[in-house]
Every structure is written in structure tokens, then in C-alpha cells.
């Protein structure tokens, strides 16, 4: 019931914890990058993992996502229909016109870093190309919410509206997952609140300075519903439609909502 209450607020960290979980975020970023300059076809999402692995130990952090409830990745690889929670593997080899989505989490003295994006394998279709663009234009607009004083579905609302602007913008059609969203994060991956792609604004716990949560819109291009795979970890499509994955880790502050995950350069 705590949820409810009107003054329950989302917790927050100092200003030397949003920078010591920068800090994290930025080698997942580094993370992020290595991957997709290797991702190439020929290349299997298991090659990727490695990458990604190697990335993180050398700069003194530990893959957040190996071992985490039994996970065996030290990256979530989906591809095409795949949604989230895809398994490195070893069967999955790239292909020209794949859609690839990377989630990556690193732990760096204590803080995690959470963050996600997809992109093309060479030349993608149109409406693909559509998709991957207008989901990660639905994350920027969507946190522009992760103010100070807002509550948790303002993001909700802000990440729903975008959507629907998003439609006009890109012309394609635009499926929210359903049941699937972004997360409260610290010194764990996942703490309070869950965070939903969609909803009505002003619920939910107040959105403080310092408040961080991680923001993650899911998007297909042809249903909401999903799937989990035998595996119980791959989420598809229910209808084979391809999705896309974009993800930050944001903090609220008194200037604005502050990326912790940043990629540089790109």
C-alpha cells in the first residue's frame, strides 16, 4: 500500500553517488561500443558476449548480468523478434539485415550501470530502420520527465505520448510491450519502483533530486504481446514482428535529468 501514499518518494543518491555510478555507466558504454563495432555477419552473439565481458573486467568492473538469477551472459543479445533477455549463444550467428540488441550491465565499486540500444547489421529494411530510430527518439523524449517533483508515471506518460508521436514522425505503426519497463537502480540492477513504458501521468512515488531510474521503451512493429522462449529467459514477439531496445540509466537533478550511462562519441 506504501505506493499509494502521497508523499512516498523514489530514493535518491548524492551527488558523489550519481558520479560514482557514472563512473560505472560509462564503462558499460564502452561495452555498448565495442560490441557493435564487432557485430558483423559471420559474427555469433556468444563472440559478442566476450567482447562485452572483456570490456568491462579490463576496466577494473564486473558484468552485472553474469550470474544474475542464473543468467549465464554478461550481455542480453536480441535479435530481430527477440525482445530483451536474449542468451549469448554460440547458434546465433549475424547476419547482413539483422536488428541486434545489446542490454549491458556493469558493477563498478559498488554501482551499477545499466544501459541498451540496437542497431542494424549492414544494410536493414526500411521499416526496421523506422523502428530502431523512432525507439531510441522515444527514450530521449521520455526522459525529459526525470525531474525533480514529477512523480513516476510522468516518465510512463511522457515515454506513452512520445510513442504516438512517433508514429507521425517516423510513419510507421508503434507497439508498446506490454508488461515489460525500466527500473529503479544503485547498488543492485533492479530496486523499486518498476517503471512502465505506458500510463497515466501523476502516480506513483515522487521523482526527488538524485532519484535514478533506469528507462527502457520497447517497441515492435506489430504487437504488444509476448512470449518467453523454453530457455525462460528470451522474450519474443508473440507474432514475429521485430522489436527494438533502447535503454539509459537517469538521474534526476535541480538542471535537468543527467544520463549516468553516456556513449561518447556516439
Same mark, same amino acid.
Given at each position: ?29 564502452? !561495452? ?14 556468444? #563472440?559478442? *558476449? ?30 530481430? *523478434? ?31 550501470? *545499466?544501459? !541498451? ?8 529494411? #526500411? ?26 508515471? #510522468? ?10 508521436? !512517433?508514429? /507521425? ?8 510491450? #506490454? ?29 526527488? /533530486? ?19 522462449? *523454453? ?36
Amino acid at each position: 500500500m506504501g505506493f499509494r501514499k502521497k508523499n512516498k518518494a523514489i530514493a535518491a543518491k548524492t551527488p558523489e553517488q550519481l558520479d560514482a555510478m557514472q563512473a560505472a555507466g560509462e564503462i558499460v558504454g564502452r !561495452a555498448l561500443q565495442a560490441v557493435r563495432e564487432a557485430a558483423k555477419p559471420g559474427v555469433t552473439t556468444l #563472440d559478442l *558476449d566476450t567482447v562485452a565481458e572483456e570490456t568491462i573486467r579490463s576496466a577494473g568492473a564486473v558484468p552485472t548480468f553474469k550470474g544474475y538469477q542464473g543468467f549465464p551472459g554478461s550481455i542480453c543479445s536480441s535479435v530481430n *523478434d527477440m525482445i530483451v533477455h536474449g542468451i549469448p549463444s554460440k547458434e546465433v550467428v549475424l547476419k547482413e539485415g539483422d536488428l541486434v540488441s545489446i542490454d549491458c550491465g556493469a558493477t563498478y565499486k559498488g554501482w551499477v550501470g *545499466d544501459s !541498451a540500444w540496437s542497431f542494424g547489421i549492414g544494410r536493414i529494411d #526500411d521499416d526496421v530502420r523506422k523502428l530502431n530510430e523512432a525507439t531510441e527518439w522515444v527514450l530521449y523524449q521520455g526522459l525529459k520527465a526525470m525531474v525533480p517533483g514529477n512523480r513516476l508515471t #510522468d516518465v510512463s506518460w511522457a515515454l506513452e505520448e512520445a510513442t504516438r508521436k !512517433a508514429e /507521425e514522425k517516423f510513419g510507421i505503426d508503434l507497439y508498446i510491450v #506490454d508488461g515489460y519497463g525500466g527500473h529503479g537502480i544503485g547498488r543492485t540492477m533492479h530496486e523499486d519502483p518498476f517503471l512502465a513504458n505506458e500510463g497515466k501521468p501523476g502516480r506513483g512515488p515522487i521523482i526527488q /533530486e538524485g532519484s535514478v531510474l533506469a528507462i527502457e521503451p520497447m517497441l515492435t512493429l506489430g504487437s504488444e504481446d509476448s512470449v518467453v522462449l *523454453d530457455d525462460d529467459w528470451g522474450v519474443v514477439t508473440d507474432d514475429g514482428s521485430w522489436a527494438a531496445h533502447w535503454e539509459h540509466t537517469v538521474a534526476a537533478t535541480a538542471s535537468g535529468p543527467r544520463i549516468l550511462t553516456p556513449r561518447y562519441g556516439n
